[in-house]
């Protein structure tokens, strides 16, 4: 599966935008999806999990009350709504499947491209 990441831009602190994962190429709605940020100079970072039925989530603390997660297998896509932005939101925002629900980056493989948030301030 192939995973294209989009929705990504420059916003306002304060702001909101919602970043779509598009997988193409098998059966996407067999693998749980994840989202993954890197700022510069930062390691990669869990942001936020859905398993493959979308019954099931998870979310990295410091996100959980401002970012959702949600799919819709018929679309073969994974969404994140990320609401009051703020400027260390900055950051190259990846999404990756993985067989089951996780928050660790070494159980996801099919990282698709990035796409950039910029948050100014």
């Known amino acids: 599966v192939q995973l294209q990441a989009s929705g990504g831009g420059l916003v306002q602190a304060r702001g909101s935008l919602r970043l779509s994962c598009a997988g193409s190429?098998?059966?996407?709605?067999?693998?749980?999806t994840g989202w993954f940020r890197q700022a510069p100079g930062k390691e990669r970072e869990h942001v936020a999990s859905?398993?493959?039925?979308?019954?099931?989530?998870y979310y990295a603390d410091s996100m959980k009350d401002r970012f959702t997660i949600s799919r819709d297998n018929a679309k073969n896509t994974v969404y994140l709504q990320m609401n009051s932005l703020k400027p260390e939101d900055t950051a190259v925002y990846y999404c990756?499947?993985?067989?089951?629900?996780?928050?660790?980056?070494?159980?996801?493989?099919?990282w698709g491209q990035g796409t950039l948030v910029t948050v100014s301030s």
């Open positions: 990756a499947l993985s067989w089951s629900l996780s928050k660790e980056k070494t159980d996801f493989a099919s």
């Open positions: 190429g098998g059966t996407f709605s067999r693998y749980a």
């Open positions: 859905i398993s493959w039925s979308g019954g099931s989530t």
